[in-house]
């Protein structure tokens, strides 16, 4: 395709996380919406070095369907790290108007199937706003903490640059807990996450408080860290009140301590300290899956995950984490 090709043009920011993102377009023309759904489709499809290139600002050109048309990416960053881009689609003369239109289309479509994976969003924060004091935590839009009754009160979790910062206090005789509504049977967690020290760790821990036979509502945890994904059943495990009371009093039987075994799932993971990553994990009938960076980690399936009534996601964090753009989504019948 050479400077003399008819070119469908147009501009648009996009600020775009590399699982899923935000998209928001400039122009209000119907094309720059195809335009749109082109690129977030070509984007998963795309090898690592060009991804690395676009990322470091470099300019892209992506071929799609034998040269049907051609897709140029410039990139930037804006604040927090977000790459945006830049784009314009290209249609060689020799291409008459159907295809190409048939092109954006099938792209288009494509894009939309990708999208409707994760289900229907039920709840997001992406923090951009101030607290009142510093004193106490003061989360807002539905957040709850352990502050109160595990540290004495003291704050334990702090919104500053547009993320939310956690932090266990020297009072604290428990993990940071950092709780919200997540109601649904099938569905999905998308956010992004920071760990600063090599000892840090971020869990996503799913709870139902109504159902009675597990300690706490406990039914599964994703607990990421530096270097290892460690995904458990809580529900017909350690937090299955049966088994609990034997392991507090020492009595737990060899069988409950051999089935205790088949509950957790670990993984290795190379993550670096103080960068920020994009999170998915994934509930689909009795597996969890778990994604970083668009790239799938870990995968269990128990029991436990396919409780019907998910009803409360906690965020465990045992020392520091920092956390943002938090998507809650529900595939389904809520539970």
Same mark, same amino acid.
Request: proline share 4%.
């Given at each position: 395709?050479?400077?003399?090709?008819?070119?469908?043009?147009?501009?648009?920011?996009?600020?775009?996380?590399?699982?899923?993102?935000?998209?928001?377009?400039?122009?209000?023309?119907?094309?720059?919406?195809?335009?749109?759904?082109?690129?977030?489709?070509?984007?998963?499809?795309?090898?690592?070095?060009? &991804?690395?290139?676009?990322?470091?600002? @470099?300019? $892209?050109?992506? %071929?799609?369907?034998?040269?049907?048309?051609? #897709?140029?990416? =410039?990139?930037?960053?804006?604040?927090?790290?977000?790459?945006?881009?830049?784009?314009?689609?290209?249609?060689?003369?020799?291409?008459?108007?159907?295809?190409?239109?048939?092109?954006?289309?099938?792209?288009?479509?494509?894009?939309?199937?990708?999208?409707?994976?994760?289900?229907?969003?039920?709840?997001?924060?992406?923090?951009?706003?101030?607290?009142?004091?510093?004193?106490?935590?003061?989360?807002?839009?539905?957040?709850?903490?352990?502050? &109160?009754?595990?540290?004495?009160?003291? @704050?334990? $979790?702090?919104? %500053?640059?547009?993320?939310?910062?956690?932090? #266990?206090?020297? =009072?604290?005789?428990?993990?940071?807990?950092?709780?919200?509504?997540?109601?649904?049977?099938?569905?999905?967690?998308?956010?992004?996450?920071?760990?600063?020290?090599?000892?840090?760790?971020?869990?996503?821990?799913?709870?139902?408080?109504?159902?009675?036979?597990?300690?706490?509502?406990?039914?599964?945890?994703?607990?990421?860290?530096?270097?290892?994904?460690?995904?458990?059943?809580?529900?017909?495990?350690?937090?299955?009140?049966?088994?609990?009371?034997?392991?507090?009093?020492?009595?737990?039987?060899?069988?409950?301590?051999?089935?205790?075994?088949?509950?957790?799932?670990?993984?290795?993971?190379?993550?670096?300290?103080?960068?920020?990553?994009?999170?998915?994990?994934?509930?689909?009938?009795?597996?969890?899956?778990?994604?970083?960076?668009?790239?799938?980690?870990?995968?269990?399936?128990?029991?436990?995950?396919?409780?019907?009534?998910?009803?409360?996601?906690?965020?465990?964090?045992?020392?520091?984490?920092?956390?943002?753009?938090?998507?809650?989504?529900?595939?389904?019948?809520?539970?």
């Amino acid at each position: 395709m050479g400077g003399q090709g008819f070119q469908l043009e147009t501009e648009f920011v996009v600020q775009i996380s590399p699982v899923w993102g935000n998209y928001i377009p400039r122009s209000p023309v119907f094309l720059c919406y195809s335009c749109l759904y082109c690129l977030t489709s070509v984007y998963p499809l795309l090898n690592s070095r060009v &991804r690395d290139d676009w990322m470091r600002d @470099k300019p $892209v050109v992506v %071929r799609y369907n034998r040269d049907l048309m051609v #897709i140029r990416l =410039t990139s930037g960053r804006s604040g927090r790290d977000r790459p945006f881009f830049h784009a314009y689609i290209e249609r060689d003369p020799s291409v008459k108007s159907f295809q190409f239109a048939a092109a954006v289309f099938v792209l288009c479509c494509s894009s939309l199937v990708w999208a409707d994976e994760r289900g229907t969003l039920i709840f997001e924060d992406d923090f951009e706003r101030s607290e009142s004091q510093e004193q106490k935590d003061e989360i807002g839009k539905g957040w709850g903490t352990n502050s &109160r009754s595990r540290a004495k009160g003291n @704050k334990q $979790v702090d919104l %500053r640059d547009g993320a939310m910062y956690i932090y #266990i206090h020297e =009072t604290a005789d428990h993990a940071v807990s950092v709780t919200h509504p997540a109601e649904f049977k099938n569905g999905a967690v998308a956010l992004r996450f920071m760990l600063e020290d090599p000892k840090d760790s971020l869990g996503l821990n799913f709870a139902d408080l109504k159902y009675k036979p597990v300690h706490a509502g406990h039914l599964f945890v994703a607990k990421i860290s530096p270097k290892n994904l460690m995904i458990t059943d809580l529900k017909t495990g350690n937090m299955d009140l049966k088994i609990r009371d034997q392991r507090k009093a020492g009595t737990l039987s060899e069988e409950h301590k051999e089935l205790l075994k088949t509950k957790t799932k670990r993984f290795p993971l190379k993550l670096e300290t103080g960068k920020w990553y994009d999170l998915l994990v994934n509930v689909e009938g009795d597996r969890l899956t778990v994604s970083i960076d668009g790239k799938k980690v870990g995968s269990f399936a128990s029991e436990g995950m396919a409780h019907p009534t998910k009803r409360l996601l906690r965020l465990a964090v045992p020392r520091k984490a920092v956390v943002d753009d938090v998507k809650i989504y529900s595939r389904g019948e809520k539970s």
